[in-house]
């Protein structure tokens, strides 16, 4: 991971366009290729980002330009570095889910069938080199679909799915991999990221999914 703190203006060319005036950021650029720009507040959230893959290049003039598969551009003028150095963070074990992440799991592997008719299950904690997959399994025609689960689904749930499904489908044998991203209770936000990323939305109701007498479970 690299952290560079400096005085920089950025602009974003895509399917709309912004402006960040210079001022003083933080631009963090990940080992995945990704790159966010960060404000002294908004807690986690970046001013503006690019999500892998995408490539950065730096130009001598100090005009660095981040460019995704989709063809849209963060271009950031740096003015000054104040601060720049690098970090070998290593492989994460990933998030350790509580108790009720883990039996949402171990449940909907149980009856993969509530995701849809024909569903089969491949594997639970599918392992990738940014760690397991909740789920991976097939749908009725057969094809590879990958499943992220969280108590309350929010956009850093969808990011996570993202970069699983980069993953995978640069794997020969189970591309194409679409996304589930199923969890109690879906923010809308997320449900905006996830749809405008390819990826189904799936409300699970835990309490139905726990009732051994209710063969009937539902989806909302």
Not at 58 to 80: H, P, R
Not at 168 to 193: M, S, T, W, Y
Request: with cysteine; hydrophobic share 40%; proline share 5%.
């Amino acid at each position: 991971m690299r952290l560079v703190i400096a005085r920089c203006s950025v602009d974003y060319a895509g399917r709309l366009s912004a402006h960040l005036p210079s001022a003083t950021r933080l631009l963090l650029i990940k080992a995945d290729g990704s790159l966010s720009v960060h404000a002294d507040d908004r807690a986690y959230k970046p001013l503006n980002w690019m999500s892998p893959p995408c490539t950065l290049k730096e130009g001598e003039d100090g005009i660095w330009t981040v460019v995704n598969k989709a063809g849209e551009q963060l271009v950031i003028t740096i003015e000054e570095v104040l601060h720049d150095t690098s970090h070998e963070l290593g492989v994460d074990p990933g998030l350790i889910k509580d108790g009720v992440e883990a039996h949402l799991q171990e449940l909907l592997a149980d009856r993969i069938e509530i995701l849809g008719e024909g569903y089969t299950l491949i594997r639970r904690e599918y392992p990738t080199a940014i760690g397991p997959v909740d789920i991976l399994c097939r749908d009725a025609s057969g094809g590879t679909v990958a499943v992220e689960l969280k108590r309350r689904g929010e956009i850093d749930g969808v990011e996570q799915l993202t970069r699983y499904l980069e993953l995978l489908n640069r794997d020969p044998h189970l591309a194409p991999v679409r996304g589930v991203f199923a969890a109690q209770e879906i923010k809308p936000q997320a449900r905006v990221l996830a749809t405008d990323r390819g990826i189904d939305c799936v409300v699970l109701d835990y309490d139905a999914m726990r009732g051994l007498e209710d063969d009937k479970l539902r989806l909302f």
